[in-house]
């Protein structure tokens, strides 16, 4: 049987080579365990807007991936219901991203998650809150003998 961990890290092991979106962006899993989940992400000079400062649909992205990979590690296949973000200081070019998201509820349908952008200072940079849809679907068959 596998532990609570073991199921969370298997879930982004199978969700990670089709996640062409984090992926293409630079993104990083740092860690995963249920419920959670911590990416990275450096800002590129393709992601600065015209004000010099990291465009918000890529600050959304790292954070929304994060919220992706916290309600996915259950080994119950979950989507965004609606999400809210509040961008509270700028990102800029070179500037490290780490997102980290934790589920504040987790029902058998429906979840809520927090996260938090920071930069490599630990300078909050934006905060999100998703609501999470389970859907029909698990990644494995918690029956099967773990890889590792």
């Not at 990979?69 to 800029?92: E, K, Q, T, W």
């Not at 780490?98 to 934006?126: C, F, M, P, W």
């Amino acid at each position: 049987m596998l532990t609570p961990e073991q199921v969370a890290r298997r879930c982004a092991e199978i969700m990670w080579p089709d996640d062409h979106a984090a992926r293409g962006l630079g993104m990083r899993i740092a860690d995963v365990g249920p419920g959670t989940a911590t990416l990275t992400m450096a800002v590129r000079s393709e992601m600065v807007n015209g004000h010099g400062i990291c465009h918000g649909g890529f600050i959304f992205a790292v954070a929304d991936s994060t919220f992706a990979y916290a309600c996915n590690s259950f080994n119950h296949r979950a989507v965004a219901a609606g999400v809210d973000i509040n961008f509270l200081a700028p990102a800029h070019l070179g500037d490290m991203l780490t997102a980290r998201g934790h589920a504040r509820q987790q029902g058998s349908r429906s979840g809520v998650y927090d996260v938090e952008v920071a930069n490599q200072t630990g300078k909050l940079i934006a905060v999100f809150r998703g609501r999470a849809a389970r859907i029909k679907g698990h990644f494995f068959d918690p029956d099967e003998t773990p890889h590792n």
